[in-house]
Nanobody, 123 residues
Framework: QVQLVESGGGLAQPGGSLRLSCAASGFTFSWYAMRWYRQAPGKERELVAF????????NYADSVKGRFTISRDNAKNTVYLQMNGLKAEDTAVYYC????????????????WGQGTQVTVSS
C-alpha cells in the first residue's frame, strides 16, 4: 500500500532550523515529482517547495526562498525539507506530496499525500 510518512516536525525558535523528512513506500518513488505543502490555521494549503523526479529542477514559494531547501534521495525513497531562518509565520502543518502525470487519452494524475507533521515556531 502507498504510504508517505512525514517526520522531523516540532518546536523551533525564531531563527532556528528544522529538517523534515518524508519516507515513501508502495510506489516507484523515482518516477514521481515531490512537493512540500503547508497549511496554517484559517489559511488555505500552499505549495512550499517542488523537486523533480531526478532533482534536476526545484522551485520555492517566495516566502521561503533562500531559507528552505528541498532535496531527495531516490535510493532511500525519501524527500527532505531543510528549513533555516525560521519565522513565526512558518508555523503550519507540513505535508509531502508525490505526483506523476501518466500520459494517455485522457492523461491521468497519480497523486499521494502524507498525514502531515506540525511545525511550530515560537519563542
Amino acid at each position: 500500500q502507498v504510504q508517505l510518512v512525514e517526520s522531523g516536525g516540532g518546536l523551533a525558535q525564531p531563527g532556528g532550523s528544522l529538517r523534515l523528512s518524508c519516507a515513501a513506500s508502495g510506489f516507484t518513488f523515482s518516477w514521481y515529482a515531490m512537493r512540500w505543502y503547508r497549511q496554517a490555521p484559517g489559511k488555505e494549503r500552499e505549495l512550499v517547495a517542488f523537486i523533480s523526479s531526478t532533482s534536476d529542477s526545484t522551485n520555492y514559494a517566495d516566502s521561503v526562498k533562500g531559507r528552505f531547501t528541498i532535496s531527495r534521495d531516490n535510493a532511500k525513497n525519501t524527500v527532505y525539507l531543510q528549513m533555516n531562518g525560521l519565522k513565526a509565520e512558518d508555523t503550519a502543518v507540513y505535508y509531502c506530496n508525490a505526483r506523476r502525470t501518466i500520459l494517455g487519452i485522457p492523461p491521468t494524475i497519480s497523486d499521494f499525500w502524507g498525514q502531515g507533521t506540525q511545525v511550530t515556531v515560537s519563542s
